[in-house]
C-alpha cells in the first residue's frame, strides 16, 4: 500500500517531476518535443504520468493528460493500479471526479490485494472520493452489468467489503455512507456462509466507538462468530478495547436498529431522514452511557406508552405541539395519511426493532399509535412561522416545557434546536410515496 510516488527515475526530460508539481508549461513543451513520452512510466512502480498527476492532486495536470487520445484513463502501474485507485487513495477528489467523467472504470482491481477504487476510498477514509464512486457506480455500466449493491458489497482478495476496510481502519463516515447505500452489515470475509470476519469483528480490533456505534445502528449482529469462534466482544477484549468491548457486550441492552428495510423509511426525503437519523444515534448514545456506567438499563419503547395519548385530541393540535407520546420533544414528524405527530424519537421507537435480524427483513409495517391506521409515509412537520426568530423561539423551549411527565428519551434532545425541519417544507413535496401494494391494509 501506499508505494511511492516520488519520481528518483531515469527522468531525462524532467516529465514526472513536472507533473507531480503541476507545471503545465513544462509537460506540454516536453510532450510537444516527443509525444511518445506520454507512454513513459517510472523505472521501478511503472507510474504513468496520469497516475502520478492523479496521486498529486494536480486536477489541470489531468484533464490535459486526458484531452491526449493516447492516453488510457484506464492504465495500470506495476501493481496493477490505476491512477483512479491512486486519486482514491490519496482523497483527490476533484481527480476521482475528471477521471470518472473522462470513462474511467471503477470496476478494475489491483494485483495487491485485488481491490478497487472503492476499497481504497474506504481503506483510507476519503469519504468524498467514496461517495463520488458510489454514486457514479448508480448510474454507470457497472450498475446494469454488475448490479449496483454488488458492486457496493465487492470484496478483495482476502474477502474483504469496502465496509470490512472502513470499520477496520476507522473510519465512521465512509461506514455510514456505504451502509446508506447498501452495503451488507453483517458481511463475513468467508463469503458463501463459511465463518469469516464481520465488519463489526474488525471494527472492535480497530477500536473505533464511531464505527460500532454506526455498524451496531443498521443491525450488526453481536453474536456473529469469526473462523475462530470470537464474537466480536472477544475481539475487543482481546485488543483492550473496554469502551467497545462494553457495547459489544452481548448482555449489555441491546441498541435501536435503523429500519432500513421498511420500505417507507428507504423512501424518506432527506429532512424526515436526517431528522430520524439524528434521534437514532442520541437515543443510542444515551443507551450507550448507562452500559458504559455498568448498569443494566434497558430504555422503555415509548410505543408502548400509547394508550396514554390516545386520548389526546391530537387533530386539532397546531402545528408546533409537545409530543403525546413522550410529552418531552415538540413533535417533527407528521404521519400520512392520517396526519398525527410525533417527534422524531418516537416515530424512530416506533419504527425500529430492539432485537435486531437482519437475515429476516420482513418488518412488519408500524401502525400510527394514536389511530392504528398504517403508516403510509413520514413527512416532516411543517411549521407555519414567519421569521426565523420565531422558529428558533419554537425550538429552544421544549426544556422549559417539560412539565407533564418526562421519560429517559429526553437529555440528547438539545441538538434538535439546530436542526433546519422548521423551514417549511411543502408537503407535496415532503411527502414519500409508498406503493399501495405494500401496505397490509386492514
Ligand atoms: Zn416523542
Ligand atoms: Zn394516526
Known amino acids: 500500500m501506499g508505494q511511492g510516488l516520488s519520481c528518483r527515475i531515469r527522468d531525462d526530460h524532467g516529465l ?3 507533473v507531480q508539481f503541476g507545471d503545465l508549461e513544462i509537460v506540454e513543451t516536453v510532450l510537444n518535443r516527443d509525444p511518445s513520452l506520454v507512454k513513459q512510466t517510472t523505472v521501478y512502480d511503472r507510474h504513468s504520468a496520469l497516475h502520478i498527476a492523479a496521486a498529486n492532486g494536480q486536477i489541470e495536470m489531468v484533464s490535459m493528460l486526458l484531452e491526449n487520445p493516447s492516453v488510457n484513463p484506464d492504465c495500470l502501474n506495476r501493481h496493477k493500479q490505476t491512477p483512479l485507485m491512486l486519486a482514491a487513495m490519496h482523497g483527490k477528489i476533484t481527480c476521482v471526479e475528471k477521471l470518472i467523467q473522462a470513462g474511467a472504470n471503477i470496476l478494475m482491481f489491483d494485483s495487491l490485494n485485488g481491490r478497487t477504487c472503492l476499497h481504497y476510498a474506504a481503506y483510507y477514509g476519503n469519504s468524498d472520493c467514496l461517495q463520488m464512486i458510489v454514486s457514479s457506480a448508480r448510474t454507470s455500466h457497472v450498475a446494469v452489468s454488475w448490479g449496483f449493491s454488488r458492486f457496493v458489497n465487492i470484496r478483495d482478495g482476502k474477502g474483504a467489503t469496502p465496509l470490512h476496510l472502513a470499520a477496520r481502519q476507522r473510519r465512521p463516515e465512509c461506514v455510514h455512507i456505504l451502509l446508506d447505500s447498501g452495503a451488507l452489515v453483517c458481511a463475513s470475509t468467508g463469503g458463501y456462509g463459511l ?10 480490533r480497530g477500536g473505533s466507538m464511531d464505527c460500532i456505534r454506526e455498524l451496531l445502528a443498521w443491525g450488526a449482529d453481536r453474536l456473529n462468530r469469526d473462523a475462530s469462534g470470537r464474537i466480536p466482544y472477544a ?21 435501536l436498529v435503523w429500519p432500513s428495510p421498511l420500505k417507507f423509511i428507504s423512501e424518506l426525503n432527506q429532512d424526515a431522514k436526517a431528522l430520524l437519523e439524528q434521534a437514532l444515534m442520541e437515543v443510542n448514545r444515551e443507551r450507550e452511557k448507562t452500559i458504559l456506567k455498568g448498569t443494566g438499563y434497558s430504555m422503555p419503547s415509548p410505543s408502548h406508552s400509547d394508550a396514554t395519548a390516545t386520548d389526546d385530541n391530537i387533530s386539532e393540535a397546531s402545528d408546533s405541539q ?3 407520546i413522550c410529552f418531552d420533544q415538540l413533535c417533527a414528524i407528521e404521519v400520512q395519511d392520517c396526519g398525527h405527530q410525533m417527534c422524531a424519537q418516537c416515530t424512530l421507537a416506533l419504527c425500529c426493532h430492539n432485537k435486531p435480524n437482519p437475515t429476516t427483513a420482513s418488518l412488519t409495517a408500524p401502525i400510527c399509535p394514536f389511530c392504528r391506521s398504517n403508516i403510509a409515509r413520514l413527512t416532516v412537520v411543517k411549521v407555519k412561522v414567519n421569521t426565523a426568530d420565531q422558529e428558533l423561539d419554537l425550538y429552544s423551549s421544549p426544556k422549559q416545557r417539560k412539565s407533564r411527565k418526562s421519560q429517559n428519551l429526553s437529555e440528547g434532545s438539545s ?3 439546530g436542526l433546519s425541519f422548521g423551514k417549511v417544507v411543502g408537503r407535496s413535496s415532503g411527502r414519500v410515496s409508498l406503493d399501495n401494494e405494500c401496505i397490509d391494509k386492514p
Open 16 to 18: 514526472f517531476t513536472a
Open 195 to 204: 465463518p469469516g470476519s464481520t465488519p463489526l469483528h474488525l471494527a472492535a
Open 235 to 255: 475481539i475487543a477484549l482481546k485488543h483492550k478495547n473496554g469502551a467497545c468491548a462494553a457495547l459489544l457486550n452481548p448482555s449489555s441492552a441491546e441498541p
Open 322 to 324: 409537545l409530543c403525546c
Open 415 to 417: 441538538s434538535f434546536r
